[in-house]
Each structure stands twice: as C-alpha cells, then as structure tokens.
T-cell receptor, first 119, second 113 residues
Framework: GAVVSQHPSWVICKSGTSVKIECRSLDFQATTMFWYRQFPKQSLMLMATSNEGSKATYEQGVEKDKFLINHASLTLSTLTVTSAHPEDSSFYIC???????????????FGPGTRLTVL | AQTVTQSQPEMSVQEAETVTLSCTYDTSESDYYLFWYKQPPSRQMILVIRQEAYKQQNATENRFSVNFQKAAKSFSLKISDSQLGDAAMYFCAYRSAGNQFYFGTGTSLTVIP
C-alpha cells in the first residue's frame, strides 16, 4: 500500500518557538493532504485540507495564522505551529489522498503521526 | 455537517470469540464511503475495511465484516475469531462527497487471553 511519512515523530520545544512538521507521500503523488489533531484518548479532529499549489482550507475554529500549512509539491506538505504554547501539545497526524489509480476508493493514507510537547 | 457516533467507548472480547462494534452516522448525502480504522498503541492509523454506500453487499476482509444498514445509517464492524493483535482503538469514519473524513470518538477494544 501507499506510504506516508512524517518527520519528526516527536518534538519537544519551548513555549514561544515555532515547530515545523513534514508530511511526505513516499510512493505516490498526493493531490490533497489533510492535517488532523488528536488529543489523548480522543478522536481525530480535522484541522485543514491542503491541495497542492493552493491555499489550505481550515476547519472552523482552527487559527490559520497559528497553524501554517504549505503544500508546495505533490509529495510534501508542512504544518508549522507558530509561537507554540503548552495547549498546542498534541498528536498531529497527516494523511494523503492520491490522484486516482492509487485506490478506487479515494482512500486516505495516514502518516504515523508527530507528538508535539510544548514546555 | 456529517456526524459519526460510536456509542461504545470500551469493549472487551475473549480471544477466539466474536465482537461487534457499533457505529451510526448522520448525513444528507446519498453517495459516500464508510471506513473502519484501527489505531494500535503505535498510533498509526490502519485501514481495516471500507464500504461504498451504493453497494448493498456488506464488505468483508478475512475475519472482519460489516453490517451496513443504509436506511438506518448504521455501520457496525464484526471481528470474528478475535486475536490478541486486534486490541486497539477502532474508529468509524465517514468520507463525504467533498473527500473529507469525519471520525467517530472511537471504541477501545481489549482482547482477553
């Protein structure tokens, strides 16, 4: 199956700093990538949808100036948490959807997630 | 907006037995997809099974099968011959026409040896 990687897998940072998380589709071209946030023992909450070459679409309540998303190529999307604070500590998961042919079901392939801890 | 409800926060099953996880959803769309994902302690989301809404036949994948009741907007997952490796969080998901996924709150499955 298609593989999606995330880097880093775990990051610890000081309050006020910015953190960048990368999401890569390794063996397919992802026209659309999704970013989710998951708190412990809770479900995945969609933060934003990004299409290659265009601005991301953010879900209601998600601060676009705080969570900067860039989808510059068909294999890479980045999420930058700007001026991170302890309440931003969470598990961030990306997923990628192919151009078709990858799966007739337009399946989303999930990355392994990134644990962000803000001190 | 679509909502997905999993009414069982926790379930347990004896090894080799069968367990059914419940999921209901709310939508006004007629064409959509439904999924069950497994999230083990590693937190990697793993697709278990998928169902197209236009198909009446219930999807099956080895020991995993679904009971899809479109009129009732119900999509339950049956795990047969449960194995220790099945222990995980299970999320029911709805994929909208806009290709966005909506997840339920999850069911934590414990498999008892």
């Amino acid at each position: 199956g298609a593989v999606v990687s995330q880097h880093p897998s775990w990051v610890i940072c000081k309050s006020g700093t910015s953190v960048k998380i990368e999401c890569r589709s390794l063996d397919f071209q992802a026209t659309t990538m999704f970013w989710y946030r998951q708190f412990p023992k809770q479900s995945l909450m969609l933060m934003a949808t990004s299409n290659e070459g265009s601005k991301a679409t953010y879900e209601q309540g998600v601060e676009k100036d705080k969570f900067l998303i860039n989808h510059a190529s068909l294999t890479l999307s980045t999420l930058t948490v700007t001026s991170a604070h302890p309440e931003d500590s969470s598990f961030y998961i990306c997923s990628a959807r192919g151009q078709g042919g990858t799966s007739g079901y337009n399946e989303q392939f999930f990355g392994p997630g990134t644990r962000l801890t803000v001190l | 907006a679509q909502t997905v409800t999993q009414s069982q926060p926790e379930m347990s099953v004896q090894e080799a037995e069968t367990v059914t996880l419940s999921c209901t959803y709310d939508t006004s769309e007629s064409d959509y997809y439904l999924f069950w994902y497994k999230q083990p302690p590693s937190r990697q989301m793993i697709l278990v099974i998928r169902q197209e809404a236009y198909k009446q036949q219930n999807a099956t994948e080895n020991r995993f099968s679904v009971n899809f009741q479109k009129a009732a907007k119900s999509f339950s997952l049956k795990i047969s011959d449960s194995q220790l490796g099945d222990a995980a969080m299970y999320f029911c998901a709805y994929r909208s026409a806009g290709n966005q996924f909506y997840f339920g709150t999850g069911t934590s499955l414990t498999v008892i040896p």
